[in-house]
């Protein structure tokens, strides 16, 4: 399928309030892009808290999202993605206002516990939320153009916000985090102005005469329990495969690569930020063409190239070590790159297979699942780094995450076949053609 297929599909999908939610995030993003990695620059060399303790801040504030991460979800599930998604954006303004004036370190730990919490429930109740306003057969074109301009806002914030930092100015830093604080209060207005959506999935019925987006007059909202989440072996099967790919990928690039490519490169670190930029460009230029590739593909396909797409990233990053700088740059421009079009994969494909497993009295927990990999990756991928690389065994370090990734890629096709989802529809609901009553996750992801 060609990528103007895939723009038609785009153009479609971001219609009515989905189209307000898209714009508010992408807003939203620019001011996380202004921010992206200061963390501990502005702890240490602005505030100057030792290096330990703002990184332990920083691995404290992943512990803290993780173990929030189900709350959030049974939020979600009890009083709509809506609400919630409110409540996290008003978090997460007053966590940055918060870290914007910490001199201390207990400040600092306040700030940074506020925005965690803030943060797990952004991930369930968004993802909850565009799930609720697309079918299913759209789902993966909604992720997919979201997470390019999330990625575009990220990459935009970050060129503003490296023209205005000053290691001198400590206001510089106060004004970039208050400039943070008020995009989310903006994220907070756009869901604002949706309206009550969300409240109902679009593909179900209503009651006649009730509201779009609106749930029947008097009726009984099933929250479910965790024992019904952790009973669903598909969704455990995909998050095994999940947490491999994620701590193995994403987890380490964070952890290791301005590291490695510093201490063991020997390149000069303005390059860290040449180097993010490419991987920036390449979601935002690579995503729709991704999406039409992967329209029609199984999932566990698409999950498994994207752990082989991250092994061969690793294995460019392993194969520059000892080489002269002008060999070495290319490589890890390729490198991250590569990874960069594994991204375009992964995001669209897994949220979409999570709530396409997902019943709907059970899909805010379901995306705490997606939302808790995400936690757990991010303090274990920092710890194998740690592990690897304080011992001096840079090779040692990406050959393992060679194997890890190719792990994940098997387990991830192990997921082919799987039929014991619990997406069943209520009983009073009418079946209709996507309403399968035993998911497969390797439905093709076709736009009807």
Known sequence: MSPATALADVRRVAQGPIRTLFLGQFLNSLGSGLTL???VVYLHSVRGLPVATATALLAWQAVLAMAASPLAGSLVDRFSPRPVLLCAALVN????LVFAQATTALAALAATSIIAIGG??????SSALIARLVPSRDRTTAFGFGFMLTNLGLGLGGLVGSTIIDLQDPATFTLLYRLTALTFVVLFVAVLSMGDVGRLPVDEPRAEGSAAGAEPAGATRDTGSWREVLADRSLLRFAAAGLLMLTFGYGSVEAGVSLYITEFLGLDERFIGILFAANTAVIVI?????????????????????GVLWALCWLLFGAAFGLPSWAAVPMIIVAISVFAVGETMWSPTAPALVNDLAPEHLRGRYNSVLSALWGTSMALGPLLTGLFLAADQPQLWTVTLVVGCLLA?????????????????????????DDDPDLDLDRPQRVS
């Open 37 to 39: 990695s200061l963390v």
């Open 93 to 96: 303004a007053v966590g940055l």
């Open 120 to 125: 797990a429930g952004i991930w369930s109740s």
């Open 286 to 306: 690579a995503q729709l063409f991704v999406l039409g590739l992967i329209r029609d593909r199984l999932r566990s396909r698409v999950l498994a190239g994207v």
């Open 409 to 433: 890629a098997a387990v991830a096709l192990g997921l082919r076949g799987a039929q014991d989802g619990p997406h069943r529809p209520a009983p009073t609901q009418q079946v209709g053609p």
